[in-house]
């Protein structure tokens, strides 16, 4: 399937879900424990908007942004496309004022946009200021979505 038609079907799927409102992620699409409806808050939080910053991991580092709707919907987007890149998307929940915790579900891609594999990633942090930090365990997968590996990593973000 050509890159373009796998990225408007990535912003298609995320966007009829935010555009629902419904929250009911499934663990297998989110990439984690479900998230339940008692869990969300209400629908303003310091965290909905547009981020920008760098992801920390094993391998390296590199750019990330991420989009917080006030649904409890999530996108991400990793990379630079002359490395390869990431998107998916998931869930979040506030667990106070200024802080949160999300999963999605990230599909890799080759620099000509050729599937790599996935990983589920879940993070938690603040927000203090514009910027958001966050850390927490990844669990990546080849393209046939056999385990690879648990790593640890760490995003910091400034609000764009």
């Known amino acids: 399937m050509p890159r373009i038609v796998k990225n ?13 409102g419904a929250v009911q992620p ?12 008692t869990e969300l808050k209400p629908k303003f939080h310091s965290v909905v908007g547009a981020w920008k910053g760098t992801v920390q991991h094993q391998g390296g580092s ?13 996108c991400l987007r990793s990379g630079d496309g002359e490395h390869g890149y990431g ?13 949160v915790k999300f999963t999605v579900r990230e599909y890799l891609y080759d620099n000509a946009g050729n599937p790599t594999g996935s990983v589920d990633v879940r993070q938690a942090g603040s927000i203090s200021g ?21 790593a640890p ?8």
């Open 8 to 20: 408007l079907a990535v912003f298609a799927s995320a966007a009829a879900f935010a555009l629902t």
């Open 26 to 37: 499934s663990a297998a699409a989110a990439g984690g424990e479900p998230v339940t409806s």
């Open 130 to 150: 514009n910027t958001l930090s966050t850390s927490g365990m990844s669990t990546i997968y080849d393209v046939s979505g056999n385990f690879i590996a648990t």
């Open 87 to 99: 998107e998916g998307t998931g869930t979040w929940v506030s667990t106070g004022t200024n802080s």
């Open 62 to 74: 590199g750019p990330i942004s991420l989009n917080f709707a006030s649904s409890g919907s999530v």
């Open 153 to 160: 990593a760490s995003i910091t973000v400034a609000r764009i």
